[in-house]
């Protein structure tokens, strides 16, 4: 049986996990504490334990780990920063959706599937850091490719893109509809 991590030992990794503005991973974690990777699973496991019945929780984000809202008290903590809150035009979002499923992916190629022209919601998810380059195509004009930042799995609460929602593949969708939704094809 592996032993319990102290209160010191617990005590280390909290204040890693509250002071970093990011989710912090296991591998920081262990350059920090010199800790094998076991020693910190166990102790990471111990404190989203201690936390569970709290106003603040720790959740594995982004592979890493951060303090997050519990959501037992989101809905109050919200209504304190609904007004600082930035929110994303339904054009970024179906913009995002296109990139985060079919990365790495061109701009050209995220306008083929809305129908207009991205270039201005491309630049302002750039700016907020939700997608980036990641290389350019082997095509004339090498154009960039883009693709999902870790702020991106964050900003969702995602641990890997592997936990987005799957799509129902083109043939279900009934007599050729958008499927982005009806509002969409109409556009």
């Given amino acids: 049986m592996k032993p ?12 890693i996990v509250f002071s970093s503005p990011r989710p912090v991973a296991v591998e920081e974690l262990k350059e920090l504490t010199g800790w094998r990777k076991s020693q910190i699973d166990l102790a990471m496991k111990v ?3 201690e936390y569970e ?3 603040i ?5 982004a592979n890493g780990f951060q303090m997050v809202t519990s ?3 989101a809905d109050v903590v919200e209504k304190m920063h609904a007004a600082a809150r930035s929110t994303l035009s339904r054009a970024a979002l179906e913009t ?3 990139i985060a499923y079919k990365q790495p992916v061109t701009r050209a190629q995220v306008e083929s599937v809305r129908g207009v022209n991205v270039e201005g919601v491309i630049t302002k998810l750039l700016d907020r ?7 350019h195509a082997q095509a004339p004009g090498r154009p960039a490719l883009l693709g999902t930042t ?3 799995l964050q900003w969702f609460g995602l641990k890997s893109l592997d936990d987005l929602p799957v799509l129902p593949d083109l043939e279900e969708i009934a007599d050729g509809d958008n499927p982005f939704g009806q509002e969409a094809a109409d556009r």
């Fill in 4 to 15: 319990q991590p102290s209160r010191d030992e617990l005590a280390m990794l909290e204040a």
């Fill in 47 to 49: 404190l989203i334990g």
């Fill in 53 to 55: 019945s709290r106003g």
């Fill in 57 to 61: 929780n720790i959740r594995e984000v």
């Fill in 71 to 73: 959501p037992k008290v």
């Fill in 96 to 98: 995002l959706a296109i």
């Fill in 129 to 135: 850091q939700l997608i980036r380059e990641v290389g």
């Fill in 150 to 152: 870790r702020y991106f």
